[in-house]
């Protein structure tokens, strides 16, 4: 039990300071884009040199200027944006260890995918992490970086290799938050191997009176774009985890290049907008075809899912009926596969308190889930996590028909 409840306050705490420290350099993120999109020319400092940009927030007047070349001096307290993305960073893979290494039998390990021991499955992952950062860099300074467009389908096409791979040894929600740390990794890499680096090599130039070397500032410019765009992407993925739909069907690799084209789509939108060249509305009918696209495969790629599909409009409004209590068999049914963590006193270990609070220990409590229960193991396989208490297809079944109101004699 006490094992349990620091598992518990230990991953909410880290997920606290990781969701506080990603919002800072989220934030940083798409403020300095749209910084840089908003930088007009001025008399004094003509387009190839610079900009400047004015704005207006809480009650005063900002004057931003951009210096594309060396300005004149440099004061001597000088901002470094840095330590939102490397504590985003290691809050994020402190999270990842305190959640799915520590419990990689109940998140990260499926034996229907690959048997593996713990202390492998977290090599596995850190290993995949590292390599993405490595491979990813050499692109960029392959020839493909000379050419941004050439770039970017190779790295869409890395990302989406890496979705398949981890998906071919993890459990589909140990695979999409891996994908997510994967390119989170990128994204902190490039910080801190190529962005901070190169600045202070600018920033000593200056200092020295050297012409900086205006090929680092390039090379910076176009790693923060890579996180600008990867940012979304990345935020869905790490609410993936949440959602089982998005997880739990053989093409989450598909989901994830579905969702990489939207959240890009997305911020080219708005990069333009803040650029002043115009608003592209079409780039948000296309994200919404291919985030629509996502949500009709994660439905229709299981048996279930399908069956469900094809019966809903049949169910009174389509919606699955509901009752004041689970025949005797669906409660026999989720005892057992199910209360071992879902009870007032789990026997699972390292589990101390029912998932979100949800009890499923009397027939009129599964009732009173039927929704949730019906999403969880009917429509994906989710619950019980990587099928640790073995649930049967026939068993899902049962619960199918009693959900969607056909009636016992219909699920046999």
Request: charged share 15%; proline share 5%.
């Given at each position: ?10 991953g909410?705490?880290i ?7 990603g919002?800072?350099?989220i934030?940083?993120?798409?403020y300095?884009?749209?910084l ?12 190839e ?35 939102q993305a ?8 402190f999270?990842?260890?305190w ?16 048997a593996m ?6 090599g ?5 992490l590292?390599?993405?950062w490595?491979v ?6 392959s ?11 190779a ?12 998906q071919?040894?993890f459990?589909?929600r ?8 994967f ?8 910080v801190?191997f ?15 009176r ?9 090379q ?10 990867l ?14 739909l ?17 959240g ?15 608003e592209?509305?079409w780039t ?22 399908r069956?469900?599909?094809a ?10 009926v ?18 071992m ?16 609070g ?13 929704r ?17 208490s ?7 079944r049962?619960?199918a ?11 046999e």
């Amino acid at each position: 039990m006490i094992e349990a409840a620091i598992l518990e306050w230990g991953g909410l705490l880290i997920r606290w300071a990781h969701i506080i420290t990603g919002i800072a350099w989220i934030g940083a993120s798409f403020y300095f884009m749209h910084l840089d999109a908003a930088i007009r020319a001025t008399p004094d400092m003509p387009a190839e040199s610079g900009g400047e940009a004015w704005e207006v927030h809480g009650g005063g007047f900002y004057q931003v200027r951009k210096f594309l070349v060396a300005p004149e001096f440099l004061p001597d307290h000088l901002i470094w944006h840095k330590w939102q993305a490397y504590t985003t960073w290691i809050t994020g893979f402190f999270l990842l260890v305190w959640i799915y290494y520590l419990s990689a039998d109940l998140y990260l390990i499926d034996p229907e995918v690959m048997a593996m021991s713990p202390w492998v499955a977290a090599g596995l992952g850190v290993a995949g992490l590292a390599a993405g950062w490595l491979v990813y860099d050499q692109l960029c300074k392959s020839g493909l970086g000379a050419n941004d467009t050439h770039l970017s389908i190779a790295c869409f096409v890395l990302v989406v290799a890496a979705a398949y791979g981890f998906q071919s040894v993890f459990s589909g929600r140990g695979a999409l938050i891996h994908t997510g740390a994967f390119m989170a990794t990128i994204m902190s890499a490039n910080v801190f191997f190529v962005i901070i680096p190169n600045q202070k090599v600018v920033v000593a130039d200056l200092i020295a009176r050297r012409a900086p070397d205006p090929a680092l500032g390039e090379q910076a410019k176009q790693r923060s774009a890579h996180n600008n765009y990867l940012t979304l992407p990345v935020l869905f993925l790490m609410l993936s985890g949440h959602y089982p739909l998005t997880f739990s069907t053989p093409y989450a690799f598909v989901i994830v290049a579905l969702v990489l084209i939207a959240g890009a789509l997305i911020r080219v939108y708005f990069n333009h907008r803040n650029a002043g060249k115009g608003e592209l509305w079409w780039t948000w009918g296309v994200a919404a075809l291919c985030l629509a696209a996502a949500a009709a495969i994660s439905l229709s790629s299981t048996p279930l899912g399908r069956q469900a599909l094809a019966i809903a409009p049949k169910i009174d409004g389509g919606v699955p009926v509901q009752t004041a209590s689970a025949p005797d068999e669906i409660a026999d049914i989720v005892a057992g596969r199910c209360s071992m963590c879902h009870a007032r006193l789990t026997s699972y270990p390292r589990v101390g308190m029912p998932p979100n609070g949800i009890l499923l220990d009397t027939p009129e409590a599964v009732a009173r889930h039927a929704r949730s229960i019906y999403l969880h193991s009917v429509l994906t396989t989710a619950m019980p996590p990587n099928n640790v208490s073995g649930m049967t297809l026939a068993e899902r079944r049962q619960i199918a028909a009693w959900v969607e109101g056909r009636g016992k004699e219909r699920a046999e």
